[in-house]
């Protein structure tokens, strides 16, 4: 059982690397996870470590006092390339490789000649910037040289970079340097990430909320709520040798812990909605053989993605297309026709397949031949006897395509109209029923705007105004942390009681938080 005052051993620590960006010397992100302690007894509790997590959670690639240099910009041909140096040494750019010599004002572009050390060769004329640190990217010293962005000129200056006695940057390097000098916390470095790798407005937009510290604040605000919880057990533990006292502070601490854990739980349950702006909402495309399957996403992609033939099984594996539909990123899968005659084993392994993007997706669309339908009980059937899984959890629009073939049939018409209300009413997995002709292009705007419409509310919400994203979770990552932190309250809140261990685990969920942005110190306590 806990003394009061005893500290349990250290759990052996961990190490994970992730890379934020591939073939970028700008964006790398390195955490350890949190120790999940949901099997811990109250008598093995781990004590948090008493250090900040910027000793091992960014560990510089390179020697701290190196100067560093690597090409920012694109590789490759182009009008202007931007190569970053950054270190203590970063101003010998200017005494060494530029004519006139000399450090220019800071933050104004000036134009120079470049030259190789020691020789007259003349390899360009650039524009230079001076940053003198701590104001700048990385908090050092920092020059960037915007040269021509001929490949023959990028390799002649990182020569000569290289023959100055600089390193290399590590992929990353710029962004660990900026954390350890306090210019970003580890959560704005992927909102950086993000911000490179964004597709669509939504996802710019998140991306810069993120990396202007939008989810900081948040975890900042947590951290110093259960800080102050903390600071009043841990006063309990030293001084509250009154129980009257206790039990009255105990009344103030209960309700204040249990807010908190409130809120923190109240954002797990988002629906995913931050890691499908980033990654992009799932949307399948699924339905019996030559109903329009391919030619609708070929529709919606504006090029031939998917083979269209009048053969039977022509598509047998999923075909992935990313899209922005009205600024909202999808990635949409056009899936192997659903045949109960199948028998070919390829045939069969394209409909599991097809039958496992149908339950995986957030967006389903099950296409229907106009021609094929006779009824609303005929297409229950089918939909019920194709996809036995529960799907009351995604969003269905059942599109019924080729209605061109019927046009001008008034009969045909008031039958469309009966079947989707029938539908609409008797299954209720189906949110919108929609007539379309993909070789006549007829009802493909409405259907656009279905589809947006169905996005957007699964990624903004139906109160929330086009383009806010709000406060969302956006990572993996991140979700973790904060469930294993909603964990901790809780044991925290079931030992109450026992003040040395509700204190232990009030340290867990402050370190779990603290491990997203890659900032806490218990002695803050």
């Known amino acids: 059982p806990f003394l009061r005052g005893a500290r349990a051993p250290l759990l052996p620590r961990h190490r994970v690397q992730t890379r934020a960006s591939r073939g970028s010397s700008d964006v790398c992100v390195l955490h350890r996870p949190c120790h999940s302690f949901v099997s811990q007894t109250p008598e093995v509790v781990p004590q948090p470590r008493r250090e900040s997590l910027s000793t091992w959670a960014f560990p510089l690639t390179s020697e701290g006092n190196e100067t560093v240099y690597a090409l920012s910009s694109a590789p490759g041909r182009a009008g202007i390339s931007v190569i970053r140096v950054s270190g203590p040494s970063a101003s010998r750019v200017f005494s060494d490789m530029t004519r006139p010599t000399g450090i220019p004002k800071e933050r104004r572009a000036t134009l120079r000649s470049l030259y190789a050390p020691g020789t007259e060769e003349e390899l360009d004329k650039a524009i230079l910037l001076w940053f003198p640190g701590p104001n700048s990217f990385t908090g050092e010293d920092m020059v960037e040289l915007h040269v021509h962005g001929s490949i023959a000129v990028v390799n002649s200056v990182l020569e000569s970079l290289a023959g100055l006695g600089f390193g290399m940057a590590a992929p990353g390097e710029f962004s660990q340097r900026a954390f350890h000098n306090g210019k970003m916390d580890i959560s704005s470095i992927e909102g950086l990430a993000d911000l490179i790798n964004s597709e669509t407005q939504l996802q710019r937009r998140q991306a810069l909320w993120q990396m ?123 899936t192997a026709g659903l045949n109960q005659e199948a028998s070919d084993e390829i045939e069969l392994e394209g409909m599991e397949r097809a039958k496992e993007r149908f339950k995986d997706a957030a967006v389903r669309i099950v296409v229907f031949d106009i021609g094929t339908v006779e009824n609303s009980n005929h ?68 259907f656009l705007g279905v589809l947006e419409k169905s996005v957007q509310t699964l990624l903004l919400g139906s109160s929330r105004p086009s383009g806010e994203c709000g406060t969302l979770i956006t990572r993996a990552r991140h979700r973790k942390h904060l469930e294993d932190t909603s964990l901790a309250l809780q044991q925290a809140e079931d030992h109450i009681s026992s003040l040395e261990i509700a204190s232990e685990f009030l340290k867990q969920s402050i370190d779990c938080i603290g491990r997203i942005t890659g900032r806490v110190d218990i002695e803050d306590v």
């Open 212 to 334: 202007a510290g939008g989810a900081e604040k948040k975890y900042e605000r947590w951290v110093q709520d259960l800080t102050k919880l903390l600071a009043t057990v841990e006063a309990l533990i030293d001084f509250g040798d009154d129980e009257q006292i206790e039990m009255e502070v105990l009344k103030d601490v209960i309700p204040r812990l249990a807010i908190v854990k409130r809120e923190i739980d109240s954002h797990l349950h988002d629906n995913k909605r931050g890691e499908m702006i980033r990654s992009g909402v799932m949307v399948a495309i699924v339905g019996p053989p030559n109903v329009g399957k391919s030619s609708l996403i070929n529709l919606l992609a504006r090029r031939p993605a998917s083979i269209v033939s009048p053969i039977k099984g022509t598509t047998r594996d999923v075909v992935e297309v990313r899209m922005d539909i009205g600024g909202y990123p999808i990635v949409i899968a056009d």
């Open 379 to 446: 297409v229950i059937a089918d939909f019920q006897q194709l996809f036995s899984e529960d799907s009351s959890n995604g969003e269905t629009i059942v599109v019924f395509n080729k209605v061109d073939l019927h046009n001008g049939d008034e009969a045909k018409l008031a039958q469309y109209e009966s079947l989707k209300q029938e539908l609409v009413q008797n299954v209720k997995a189906i949110k919108t029923v929609h007539f379309m002709s993909c070789a006549q292009g007829e009802g493909v705007s409405e």
